[in-house]
Structures are given as C-alpha cells and as structure tokens.
C-alpha cells in the first residue's frame, strides 16, 4: 500500500539497537523523524548519520526524536555507529531500526511488496530505502524526501522543513520559498482580509491570494 502525506504513519513493532519499539508509542506526544538507508558501512550514509548525530541538540529543541531505519542488523548497527562517531565527533544516541526481513521498508513503501535482499548483496538492491520521514505528533506523516545513492541528504533543509511544518501545523499558515525562521509566513485564503489582519497584525498583500504576514513567532 502507498504510503502519501496526510497518511497514518503504520503502528510497526521494530527492532532496533537500543531496543523494541511499537512505532506509535515511541513518537508518543512529539514529533518524529525516520530516515533511511541502504546498508550499514557505507561511505554517504556514514556521513548522513553523523550529520543527524552532529544535531541532536537542535532536534530536542524542536521536541522531535530520531530513528535511523536500516535493511542490517542490530550487531551491525552497533557496529557501525562506532564509526558514524568517530567520524562525526558527535554521539549517536538514536536507536536504528533492524529492518532485514524489509517489513519496515516495503510498510513505508520504499520497496515493492515482492522485493527481498540476495545472498552477497550491495547498496544497490535496496537503493531506494533512502528516505527521510518527518511525523507528526498526530502520528501522520508531513513530508517525505527520497535521495539516489550518490546524492548525501542535506539535514540542514530537514532540520528548516521541520521548523515549517511545526509554524504551520493546525495554523491558517504557509512558508513561501526559501523560508527560514523569522521571514515572513504566508496567510492562508481561509482568513479574509480582515481577520488575517486582526490574527497576525498588518499584512503585505503582494497579490489577492499572497498575503504576508509578520513570523507569528
């Protein structure tokens, strides 16, 4: 089944390094984001996992938890972060989810239903599982990102994405291009003139349908 914004995150009970988990449960009252790789060991996601480690002030900050997502095991995986710290100067805190029966990956439709991993495989039979999941505190998936094998993901735009979607979150609000903390937001057409002016004080009106207004923050 297709996974798509708006969506339930699946109520999966995962494996991981530091742990079992019922997926739910674990986000509990906060936001939540999953991310995915191909395999352990590898030289981009080495890096992926350390910039996530190199974060993980800026991810309380915000009240959100991490979890890694990976088709190796829980040795593996402890394995690994030894080298994800040495690298990234940063520990890594996060539990990483044992996925090599590829229950979580094909749940969050990141491989098909018929997919499996061969003897003597490489990154390049799960390449897809590359992905980046940001959930709400209602359990719902916001955003989805999904990156090719050679491309590292850029967790400075996570970390604005994330800042976005909790300005946003249940509020009349939008972020226009390039939006950082402090700009501008965008107010939403379902406030007439009148009473986005009274909500978020006086507004730009570059448009009848783009109206700015000062970050409510």
């Known amino acids: 089944m297709a996974l798509r914004i708006n969506d339930e995150i699946p109520n999966l009970h995962v494996t991981t390094d530091l742990g079992e988990y019922d997926l739910h449960d674990w986000i509990g009252e906060d936001w939540a984001i999953l991310f995915s790789h191909p395999k352990d060991f590898t030289p981009v996601c080495t890096t992926e996992f350390g910039a996530v480690a190199q974060l993980s002030d800026e ?16 040795k593996e995986h402890k394995s690994w972060k030894s080298d994800i710290e040495k690298t990234a ?43 980046v999941f940001i959930v709400a ?13 050679s491309v590292g993901r850029n967790f ?7 800042d976005a979607l909790q300005k946003t979150y249940g509020a009349p609000l939008a972020t ?22 009274e909500k978020y004080g006086a507004l730009d009106i570059k448009l009848p349908y783009l109206r700015y207004a000062k970050d409510p923050a």
């Open 176 to 197: 226009p291009a390039n939006w950082e903390t402090g700009k501008d937001v965008i107010v939403a057409l379902s406030l007439d003139d009148a009473a986005a002016a």
């Open 89 to 131: 100067g940063a520990s890594a805190g996060f539990p990483i989810i044992a996925d090599e029966g590829l229950e979580v990956a094909k749940a969050l439709d990141m491989l098909p239903a018929d997919a499996y991993l061969p003897d003597g495989r490489t990154p390049a039979d799960s390449a897809t599982v590359r992905s």
């Open 137 to 149: 505190p209602n359990k719902k998936v916001q955003l989805m990102m999904t990156y090719p094998m």
């Open 156 to 162: 400075a735009e996570v970390l604005r994405a994330l």
């Open 59 to 74: 991810w309380a900050k915000r009240g959100t938890k991490v979890m890694g997502i990976s088709v190796d095991g829980v």
